[in-house]
């Protein structure tokens, strides 16, 4: 149906291991208290969070009470609508990158193997898809075999890569590829970072310097910071985010290896701890394998096909 894309056909196949828990206690049974008690505990196994988990019971309580729901798959559809809700009051929520008065800069950060230079390529293939071009910043000088890994990607995109040598300031080459991007017209610069922890201080001045530098070469400009976060870590993510907003504002985030967890609950948690929007999400290792997020897949998803046709 029209209302559910890309990211819901892709979700169907991953979603039995995390959603059917949660979908099957909205049968045909009687309202009572095991069945919140129930569903609190899949809310908190599929990774939902303390707060949202007694926050979501206690409105679906209220509803059930004003409107007299006396079964639980009456509540189905209004479960949806909360969980929906709750997704969408965040700005920009499943939005792309804005790529209407290039050169777009679109920074990467994150953790260690969080799949930031997978999503670079993902982006950069996608871009290029839609007509756009793109520059692929090797800012991860850290590593030897980061600079080959994204330009494999830039190979399989066709995207330019900017790279120095291994070792040298990461900063440079993002004013190098801005500058790049600007002589030959070029719509979007992906940087790509070095995995770093969030208690590495010098790891984190040294983003701090790409996001100065990348504000300095664009000023008016539109750049975006997106946190990538690894739906596998679950809760833990939250606190790396807190510090990275620190040393570069975060503009979104990109939840990658979701076809990989069977907590998608994570979703919920990031809405409400982070207050940033998701952005994309990771589905796959593939170039194909990014979508871009949307909130009414993801909840069809989690909540069951039958809803959607229903709806
Ligand atoms: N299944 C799955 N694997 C993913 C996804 N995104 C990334 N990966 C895999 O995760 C691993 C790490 O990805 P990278 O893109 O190298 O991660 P990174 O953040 O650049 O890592 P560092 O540069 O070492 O910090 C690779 O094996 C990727 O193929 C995803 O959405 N789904
Ligand atoms: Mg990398």
């Not at 190979?155 to 004013?175: K, L, M, N, Q």
């Not at 076809?259 to 982070?274: E, M, P, Q």
């Amino acid at each position: 149906m029209a209302l559910l894309g890309n990211m819901f056909s892709k979700l169907k196949g991953v979603a039995n291991k995390w959603s059917q828990g949660v979908s099957n206690l909205f049968s045909d049974s009687p309202l009572t208290d095991d069945f919140w008690e129930k569903l609190e505990e899949r809310l908190l196994l599929g990774d939902v969070g303390v707060e949202t988990a007694e926050e979501l019971i206690a409105e679906l309580r209220q509803i059930a009470v004003d409107r007299r729901i006396a079964h639980t798959d009456e509540l189905r559809g209004v479960f949806a609508e909360a969980l929906v809700e709750r997704l969408e009051e965040i700005p920009g929520t499943g939005r792309p990158i804005d790529v209407s008065e290039g050169p777009s800069v679109v920074i990467l950060v994150g953790v260690n193997g969080s799949g930031k230079t997978t999503t670079a390529g993902k982006l950069a293939s996608q871009l290029a898809r839609d007509g756009k071009s793109v520059i692929l910043a090797a800012a991860d000088t850290y590593r030897a075999a980061a600079i080959e890994q994204l330009k494999a990607w830039g190979e399989r995109t066709s995207a330019r890569v900017i790279a120095h040598a291994h070792g040298s300031d990461a900063a440079a080459v993002v004013f190098d590829a801005i500058t790049a991007a600007k002589a030959s017209g070029t719509d979007v610069v992906i940087v790509d970072t070095a995995g770093r922890l969030h208690t590495k201080s010098n790891l984190m001045d040294e983003l701090a310097k790409v996001g100065r530098v990348a504000a300095r070469e664009t000023p008016g400009g539109i750049r975006e910071t997106l946190l990538v976060l690894d739906s596998v870590t679950g809760q833990n993510g939250f606190m790396q985010a807190d510090i990275f907003n620190k040393s570069i504002p975060l503009s979104g985030v990109v939840l990658t290896k979701f076809d990989n967890t069977a907590k998608g609950g994570i979703v919920l948690s990031i809405s409400r701890r982070l207050r940033l929007p998701i952005r994309y999400i990771g589905l796959g290792e593939g170039t194909a394998d990014l979508e871009l997020f949307s909130c009414r897949d993801f909840v069809y998803a989690l909540l069951g096909k039958e809803h959607a046709n229903d709806d």
